[in-house]
Structures are given as C-alpha cells and as structure tokens.
C-alpha cells in the first residue's frame, strides 16, 4: 500500500493511515507499505538544492529550518509516547543535519564542480526518509512492528540520477535477502518511496511522482497479490475534479487505459508503474484515504467488455514547434530533446509529428511534475536555441492536449464523429490516435482547452452501441 503526500501530511491524515494499516494487517498475511514524503515537501527539497548551487547559504538553511518546523510541529501533536516522541524528533534532526552538510558540501565546490546529481537526489530525497520514519513510529505505538527501510538498500538502479531506471535482477535480490524475511516474522516495512540507490550505495531517484513507481518495483519482486494507491480523491476520476466538477470515479479500467490516463495527465498515477504491473497481472486499485469504505478504481486484465464508451478525459500542457517547411525532424527533435532535458530536466515525449508539402508541426508534452513555470522556461530556452539558427524559420507556442480515453476507442468511428462534432468551432492543430487502441488526443491552442475537456467530458456519459 503506498500512501500519497497528501495522506501523510496532517495529524488527521496519519491517524486514517494507522487505522487503515492496522485494519489490513488483520486481512493479510504480508504487507508492505510505501511512503512518500508530506505534500510540498519535495518541491522545498529541490529549491534548497538548487540554492546550495547557488552557494545560497542563507536560502537552503531557511527551507531546513522550515522543513525542520513542520515534521517536529507534527510529531508534537502525533499519539505518541514519550519514548517514540524523542526518538523520533533525533531521528529527524539527525536526517536534516545530514542533509545541510550536503547542502553544504555543494555550496563549498568550485564553480565547475557544483553540478553533483547524486548529491541533489540525496537531498531531494530527505522528505520520504522522514515520513516513512513516523510511519513507522506511529506504528509501532499500536503494536505493529514497523521498520523504517530506506530504499537506497533494496530498489538498485543505475546512475541517471533524477531518473534512475531500476536493474531489476540486483533489486529482486536485494528484496529477497532484506525485506521478505522481515515479512515472514510479521513485521511491516515501512519503505521510502521515489528513492533508491546505485550498487554502490550512491542515492538515487526515480523521478518525480516516482513513489507509485517503487510500490510497483516491490509489488512484482515481493509477489504481492494487489498494490493499492491511497490519495485524496475517490479513484481514477473521469477528469479533473478542479476543471470540472461534473467529474465522477470511473470503477474499473485496463492497464492500457490507466496508463494512457497517466501519460496524458492525470495525476493520481505516475506513468512509469503500470507496465510492471500489467506483465505481472498484478491488479491496482486507487482508494480515498479519508474514505476507505469506498471502492475506489480497480484496474486489471479482465475488464468487462461493456457497450464502447468515452471513460475519461485529460488535458495536459505542452509546446508546439511549426515552421514553413519540410524534410527531416531527427535534428530539431534532438534540439528540443536536449533543451528541455537542461531546462526541466525532463526529455522530451514526441505527441505528434506531421508534414505537408510546405509545413511541418511538432507537438512536445511538457509533464505536469515539471513545476508550474515549466512551460515558461521551455519556451524561453527553445527560442534562445532557435535564434542561433534563424534560417530553419521554426516557431514555438504553447499548446495544449485533450486526450480521450476508452478500449477500443479506434474501432467505433460514430465515438470518434461525435468527439469532432462536440468539438465544432474550435480550432484543432493537430490530432493522433494512440497506438494502445484506447486514446485520441487532439491539440488546441490553449485558450480553448478548457471549453474542449468540458465539451469532450460531456460524451463520458454517452454510450456507443457496437
């Protein structure tokens, strides 16, 4: 069971965490629980990285000390004893002290010497050493036997650090030797996500939302029978509650189309964990914290095959490249590769490719975890890149992409007629249909997003007889 930032953030949400945990502790043999770090504590992490760069001393010690506040602040209003309280308050000013030498060893380098990615993903990923230490606290308080586990031990990857892809065969191993045994005796790992470790014990992370990801990585070397999400919301929403609040709980999906659903921007889910889980035929289900009396979204194999239908809608942001011309894409494709991977640090996912005669479009998506002003700062490097070679005429603007999602979506053409009547008046850029059969994305420009995920939502609740 992995539990999300926003259900291990506040006293009222960890005690739900308990109940929850001790509930199934009762209905199963083993349980591992997967922790990521409080809401917005990553985010802080990063920016006191980036200003330890910086050599900004007063910055990231600021951001300790306010990290430092809130998980003590915490813990001082937990069910504690005093024994567990203490322990628990050295543990985490022994992790941020640790983490300020960090800090401070990359503020002390020589200018050439500052970019030290493992050094940013050992800071980065503090918050889910802390959370799943009062995790583990907490259960321990109501005679548990939880063990805090660093993934650094157990989850090993190679060294492309702030994205690191797992070596599955040292992993499976590293699980059998250090956590399955802890399972025998009944005891509960309580095990940080988003981090892991290279061969040699240098951190890692998995990338952003990477929490979802390790629970996956567990699920399959443990054998586990189900891995569950909890969140804020019910399940997998129909679209995004906060655009449109007519968005219900979809109850069942296959792996192919929650995987596009994360792909395409919704984010309960991170992409990368899905295909594990589907060559495993292992089901997930996303659950309500605060509800766990509700169903939630189960996602497996065996969905039923029901009349074809619309089950949900996503939008998400990007940028678009269009210059008066044609010929090959490879070298503005690696151009804009190359800068976003400098910008947001994240590559770039090619939506859609198309030509004419005369023009060519590019459309690139720019993933919500990259921050707020990712799309901003993208653009603004493209087109400093692109000055350099004014002669290839390529222009950049934002875009943004409205996916449909539902099986078999390419094999109903009356579905796809009423997705461009819904449609009507708005301008389409540009438009693909997914190879996975389950999704349609169409590009509009960004003033007409909103008006086309309403519009597209609308046909949820339209059926399409076979």
Known sequence: MKFGGSSVGTTTALTQVVSIVLQEYERWDRLIVVASALEGVTDQLLEAAHLAQLANRRGYRRITATLRQRHLALVEHLPLGPTERSTLQADIDKLLFEMLDICQTLADGAPEKKVTPDKVDAIVGVGERLSARIIAALLRQNAIRGVAIDATEIIITDSTYGSAVPNMALTRQRIQQNLLPMLDRRIVPVVTGFIAGTPDGKPTTLGRGGSDYTASLLSICAGAKEVWIWTDVDGMMSTDPREVPEARVVPELSYDEVAELAYFGARILHARMVRPLQEHQIPLRVKNVFKPQQPGTLI???????????????????????????????????????????????HADVMISSQSSSHSFLA??????????????????????????????????????ISAIGTNLDSVNTLTASIFQALDTIRILALSQ???????????????????????HALTTTQVNR
């Open 364 to 401: 690139f998506v720019i993933p919500p975890l990259a921050g707020p002003d990712a799309i901003h700062s993208s653009q603004m490097a493209l087109e400093e890149k692109l000055r350099i070679f004014p002669e290839t005429g390529w222009r950049v603007m934002p875009i943004s992409i």
């Open 300 to 346: 497996h194999s065996s969905v039923p095959r029901i009349t074809r239908s619309i089950k949900a809608v996503t939008a998400i942001q990007g940028l678009a490249l269009t210059a008066a011309r044609n010929g090959s894409l490879s070298a503005i494709s690696a151009l804009v590769d190359e800068t976003l991977y400098q910008t947001i640090g994240s």
């Open 434 to 456: 997914g190879p996975s059969h389950c999704s349609l994305s169409i590009v509009v420009e960004p003033q007409n997003a909103d008006a086309a995920l309403r519009r597209l």
